[in-house]
């Protein structure tokens, strides 16, 4: 072991121990392939597998916790994880408030002749933009790099049925199922990697 | 006897140093619990690599030195035990890695 040991990484580690379970994979997965789903289908009770990834967040107190235990960070850092969500939940507001004053700009015949033209022509691509960017943030603040190849995949999605002239909900439902695929991936090996300590060992002492 | 004298100044810096954190397992621990405010005996385990007896071990020893506290406290209704790094525990980090860098600066290329 080397003395230099540096300690920003260390706490960057303990930071990013919680994501390497898959359950936001799947919370994020699940949403989009509710969202793709119902787009591919028309059929809106896809929406329902938005509660699946709800609850797979939730299972981390069952899953995560009793595996990984239990961390507090400093003030400093628990600030910090303030600010950032609260920039996160900013950014998803932002990105719907800009969604739905677009869509009904366009709806309503409100934008210049040019702009209209553009999104309508561009819309997925947009969307792309603003969903890419809204994940790649996420990525950024959780520090987890695997998030970024999301963003990747997810405007990927958009931006492919844009230029193939493709239904977008199968590209976003392929999309959301290759997530859905990876946080699985990530959750068995989470699982094999640190199995629940036994009741009853040593650890009962502390 | 001038040069003893030299050579134990050149020491001085090594001499210093804790002996305690400079067990790689534990300076370990005391560096993960340096990060945070506190974390519990599994965090720490699965951080650090440690298996349950060694943690078990060190954690005693620094606990001992007054260096590293642990306290019981309520997750919701069940109980559950934090370890943190005491005022003391963290002097003695910020010590060590002033005492470590002088004694490695003075080093020759």
């Not at chain 1, 990927?156 to 859905?180: E, M, P």
């Not at chain 2, 067990?23 to 650090?48: C, G, K, N, W």
């Amino acid at each position: 072991m080397t003395q230099d040991v540096d300690l920003k990484q260390i706490e960057r580690e303990a930071w990013t121990a919680y994501f390497h379970d898959g359950l936001t994979d799947l919370y994020g997965g699940f949403i989009l392939l509710g969202l793709g789903l119902s787009m591919l289908t028309d059929q809106t009770w896809w929406l329902a597998l938005m509660l699946v990834g709800t609850a797979a967040l939730w299972a981390r107190k069952r899953i995560t916790y009793p595996r990984m235990g239990h961390v507090r960070f400093s003030p400093q850092r628990e600030a910090t994880t303030k600010r950032s969500r609260l920039i996160a939940g900013i950014a998803v507001a932002g990105t719907l408030v800009l969604g739905v004053v677009l869509f009904a700009l366009v709806w309503t015949n409100a934008l210049p002749p040019w702009l209209e033209a553009w999104m309508k022509d561009y819309f997925l691509v947009a969307f792309a933009v603003m969903v890419g960017v809204v994940i790649a943030l996420g990525a950024y603040l959780a520090r987890v790099a695997r998030f970024y190849a999301y963003a990747v995949l997810v405007f990927a999605a958009f931006a492919v049925s844009q230029w193939l002239n493709t239904d977008a909900g199968l590209s976003v439902s392929v999309a959301a199922g290759l997530i859905v695929l990876s946080g699985l991936v990530v959750l068995v090996r989470f699982l094999r990697k640190c199995p629940r300590p036994k009741q009853g060992g040593p650890g009962d002492q502390r | 006897m001038t040069s003893d004298r030299a050579g134990a100044e050149d020491t001085a810096p090594l001499t210093n140093i804790d002996r305690l954190i400079h067990e790689p397992a534990r300076f370990t621990i005391m560096a993960h619990l340096y990060v945070v405010q506190s974390a519990d005996f599994i965090f720490i385990m699965r951080q650090t690599g440690l298996t349950w007896g060694n943690l078990s071990s060190h954690l005693s020893k620094l606990e001992a030195a007054g260096y590293v506290a642990i306290e019981k406290e309520f997750l919701g209704k069940k109980p559950h035990t934090m370890l943190r790094l005491t005022d003391q525990g963290r002097a003695a980090f910020d010590q060590y890695r002033h005492d470590m860098r002088q004694a490695l600066d003075g080093l020759p290329e």
